[in-house]
């Protein structure tokens, strides 16, 4: 049986072969992240986010709609935590309130009266993405390891998936990332396969792939001094044509 890592061809890949490698990606990525620190961790997750965020903004911008402000902002901010300019103290309220509404916003669940306050000011009144959300999801998520990681206090009565972080572990939101991808390409495409593998044939989602495994590759192996430049660059990137980024926003 084949071991599939972020090297592999995934265009070369058979329907069933790429649907395995795609099942088994979390595990590549950890197994590439494998002793690195919390930096080279961080760095990887940021320069997929600077490319997914602009995608969806390049999509909503063909909707006439502008990007949720909470997403630069989280970005900003665990931007200056990976140049050492702040510490998780600086953004622990924040992050504990952004995903208490992430929460409440994909389970119903109840949420304090002052994170009730944080929901009503920031989203009350606007109605954002599937893909937007799931942005949200992540940034909160890695602020809260960060948190965690630096010794700060949470309560783990509400955030207990984070009581036991002992690294930056969120290759799951590059998988819930490339799902979505996956979505828009099926609609444009009109592909109405459920296991997605006639999809994965694509050259559109092979690009995606190729784009997230060279990111990859290229944080594990990128000395600090160039992490600035490195994310400036995914920051201009559209990781799919423009007609897939408005379809992966639809509402």
């Keep these: 049986m084949a071991n599939y890592t972020l090297d592999t061809d995934f ?5 069933a072969q790429a649907q395995k490698w795609m099942c088994e990606f979390c595990g590549m990525a950890e197994k590439a992240f494998d002793g690195q620190g919390t930096g080279v961790r961080l760095l990887g997750n940021l320069l997929l986010l600077e490319a ?12 006439d709609t502008s990007l949720c402000p909470l997403i630069p902002k989280g970005l900003e901010m665990l931007t200056s935590y990976l140049d050492g300019r702040v510490e998780a103290a600086s953004f622990r309220d924040f992050a504990s309130n952004l995903y208490a509404c992430v929460l409440h916003y994909n389970t119903g669940e109840e949420i ?11 989203f009350g ?23 965690v990681l630096d010794g700060e206090e949470l309560d783990f009565d509400f955030y207990e998936e984070f009581e036991d972080v002992e690294k930056i572990d969120l290759f799951y939101k590059m998988e819930d990332m490339m799902n979505d991808f996956a979505d828009s390409c099926a609609n444009v495409l009109q592909i109405h396969d ?3 593998m006639e999809v994965y044939q694509t050259e ?3 690009n ?8 990859l590759k290229a944080a594990v192996h990128a000395e600090p001094e160039q992490y600035a430049a490195l994310q400036q660059e995914c920051r201009e990137m559209m990781m799919v044509p423009e007609e897939y980024a408005a379809e992966l926003v639809r509402v």
């Design 11 to 15: 265009r070369a890949l058979k329907p």
């Design 52 to 63: 997914y965020i602009n995608t969806i903004r390049r999509g909503l911008e063909k909707q």
């Design 112 to 122: 304090p009266e002052a994170q009730e306050a944080f929901y009503e000011e920031n």
């Design 125 to 147: 009144d606007d109605e954002f993405c599937a893909s937007e959300w799931s942005v949200l999801e992540w940034i909160g998520g890695l602020m809260l390891e960060l948190a």
């Design 194 to 196: 459920q296991t997605m």
């Design 204 to 206: 559109p989602y092979q």
């Design 208 to 215: 995606v792939v190729g784009f997230v495994c060279d990111v």
